[in-house]
């Protein structure tokens, strides 16, 4: 039974979700959004995204207002009365980078036991190969038609909505020819040439999407150290090996901070483990080792140029994992703070678009930059705001010139030229 007029169902409201919500609303169905976080569906209801995105909350202002989009209390509700269930959590993970978010796996037999017979249940959370196997087959089980493709989510931070809204590609797993067909017509408005795949290559191409950026990320690094080390200025080397036809310009090839955030590692994890059982584990084990290995640069810097870090008053630059993002979650720097409160140190934070942090003895948040380096011990930059290109490093005022280059994100000859000496894999 097909019911394409029907409404849509997003189930899971932050980034994702909303972002989800906000893009469904424009193809002209209403959409149904639920989240079992009450105080974000009412920020939700209210037009406010969790996460800063640049036109999310007009969009999702113009579509409660419109009367096209509803946030509801109960998720049978909306399951009941949709054609397409959209399951768009923020995949949550453990301490180490597993998978762990019992949500999911809640939300697929609510779909089940709730959704009208035809129901199309549309993956874009992002889950272990193997999982939609899975799912599909409980739904099979039900004997009422219901049906399950993956459209595994590709949306950067700063600007999702409009990589929801205009894909630079749209993949849709399906494993059988009518899951596929009705999700390739529900997402029609999106992109007309989907690629088709099965669900567990869905999911591994996710997987794989993700390692190779993680893989690009530990690669650049890495190779900026060992330039160092020979007397080669990392970023010359960088532009010279993206300058070559066969490395694509849109690799983040450049050196810099570590990655972070719990995206790339998970799946990095997933394909280890995957490796463990077929005996090929090593060259993502090794990844997030080097990883690892390169967040800890910043800190390891500031003991080794100021000694012992009790109190010490160090300005951070930048708490978000990248530039053009509200979100701390996973954030590496805000990890980099927390080691510095550990051994002692006062901290003076700034970042002019982060979300609100939770308080803690000795950590301040200036209102500019110039406050969080006045009387500093050392300023560590660990985010390259487009702010800093501006900075007038002469006019500052810290109690010691010294800056810490995490992110790539000073411009070294300015700072040096100014009188600061400067910590980072610049060249000179």
Known sequence: MSREGDAVAVVGLWHLGSVAAAAWSTCGRRVLGWDPD????????????????????????????????????DPATAMAEASVVHLAYDTQVDGVGNVADPRLDNAVRAFANEAPGGALLLVGSQVPVGTCRRWRDLLHAEERDLLLAHAPENLRLGSALEDFLHPARLLIGADDEEAFERAARALAPFSEEPMRLGLAAAEMAKHATNAYLALCVA???????????????????????????????????????????????????????????????????????????????????LEESLGSLDGRRIAVAGLTYKPGTSTLRDSLPLKVVS???????????????????????????????????????????????????????????PARRLVIDGCMGVDRRAAEDAGWTYRGLAGA
């Open 339 to 397: 080691q510095l409160l550990e051994r002692g140190a006062t901290v003076a934070a700034w970042d002019p678009t982060a979300e609100p942090f939770e308080p803690r003895a000795r950590l301040t948040r200036e209102r500019s930059f110039e406050a969080s380096v006045e009387d500093a011990d050392a300023l560590a930059v660990m985010t390259a705001l487009p702010q800093l290109s501006d900075v007038d490093w002469r006019a500052l005022r």
């Open 38 to 73: 009450s105080q974000l569906r009412s920020a939700i209801a209210e037009a406010s995204g969790p996460v800063s995105e640049p036109g999310l909350d007009e969009a999702l202002r113009l579509a409660l207002d419109g009367g096209i989009l509803s946030i509801v209390d």
């Open 219 to 301: 690669f650049a690094n890495d190779l900026a150290w060992l330039s160092l080390s020979v007397g080669a200025d990392p970023m010359e080397v960088a532009a010279a090996l993206r300058a070559d036809p066969r490395v694509s310009p849109s690799a983040p090839l450049w050196p810099g901070t570590a990655f972070s955030g719990a995206t790339l590692t998970r799946d990095l994890i997933t394909l280890r483990d995957v490796g463990e059982r077929c005996g090929r584990p090593e060259l993502f084990e090794t990844v997030i080792r080097a990883n690892e290995r390169h967040a800890e640069i910043a800190f390891g810097w």
